[in-house]
């Protein structure tokens, strides 16, 4: 175990982070996966479709998914270890070392006080394949954190973020 020294609740939220659809479409990015099935499209694709699919978070996310899987299956999990934790590493570090979770981090902040927050939509703006959503952090009746994203739950991640500096520079006046 590299973090022994770490919590079950801390080594959670790292995975959490680590196994994530962007974290892994992340990963795919740094590894040049897109690119790669870009080149190797169907021809029935246009240049357009391919390239916004080569693109797609959730494309490279299940494309990193569906490589390490075949490669664990054909070759077993010691084959595969130092490679994925290698290729996850920067991301690993980054969980250990900053917040990465805003909704749960304000969450259980929250709950220490018995008070809890509320997610509002505020707007949804955009085509289907392009909305930016906006949502609001409420706490005791009172807008504390506004938030945008290309999805709803980005969005009050950005609420919850601006909650939580907020709430550290309060800490520290």
């Known amino acids: 175990m590299r973090h022994p020294d770490f919590t079950e609740g801390k080594l959670a939220k790292v995975r959490s982070h680590v196994v994530s659809r962007a974290t892994c479409a992340d990963v795919a990015r740094e590894l040049g996966l897109g690119r790669r099935l ?39 999990f010691a084959a595969v270890e130092d490679a994925v934790v290698e290729a996850f590493d920067g991301q ?48 005791d009746g009172e807008e504390l954190g506004r938030g945008e994203g290309r999805t709803k739950k980005a969005a009050e991640q950005e609420a919850a973020r601006e909650v939580l500096g907020k709430l550290d520079a309060a800490d520290v006046s």
């Not at 080149?39 to 029935?44: D, G, P, V, W």
């Open 38 to 76: 870009a080149e190797h499209a169907a021809s029935s694709q246009t240049p357009e479709e391919v390239e916004r699919l080569s693109r797609n978070r959730n494309v490279l996310a299940a494309v990193i998914e569906a490589a390490l899987g075949a490669i664990f299956l054909q070759h077993g």
């Open 92 to 139: 690993i570090e980054h969980a250990l070392t900053t917040r990465v979770d805003h909704k749960t981090d304000l969450q259980e902040l929250l709950a220490r006080t018995g008070r809890h927050v509320v997610y509002t939509e505020t707007s949804v703006e955009g085509p289907p394949h392009e909305r930016r959503f906006t949502c609001a952090a409420i706490i």
